[in-house]
Nanobody, 125 residues
């Protein structure tokens, strides 16, 4: 059974850091590019990062570039999102998603077939 489970969200002060994890079960991570998305209240779901199956290629939205880093450990079937210098506007539910391909070609939702349930990140003082 395909399953993606995110964890690591929480409440953090502006300027702080969090590391999100996404553990996959029911399929082998190494064949798939993986994406991170987020959705703030009243907003559309936004793609923020993608990492190829090998980890050689990454993509970031301009809104997080230079602050967030995506990585993966295929042996642990886990993808990570290190988030530094967090801002109040980063507050959202964060989702990981598995692509149908082994490379990143964008953040279109149609490119990602399996999604986690999300983890809440709140940046506030």
């Amino acid at each position: 059974q395909f399953q993606l489970v995110e964890s690591g969200g929480g409440l953090v002060q502006p300027g702080g850091s969090l590391r999100l994890s996404c553990v996959l079960s029911g399929f082998t991570l190494e064949y798939y590019a993986m994406g991170w998305f987020r959705q703030a209240p009243g907003m559309e779901r936004e793609g923020i990062s993608c990492i190829s199956s090998s980890g050689d290629t990454t993509m970031y939205a301009d809104s997080v570039k230079g602050r967030f880093t995506v990585s993966r450990d295929n042996a642990k079937n886990t993808v990570y999102l290190q988030m530094n210098s967090l801002k109040p506007e980063d507050t959202a539910v964060y989702y990981c998603a598995a692509s149908g391909w082994d490379y990143c070609s964008g953040f279109g939702h149609h490119l990602f077939g399996s999604w986690g349930q999300g983890t809440q990140v709140t940046v506030s003082s």
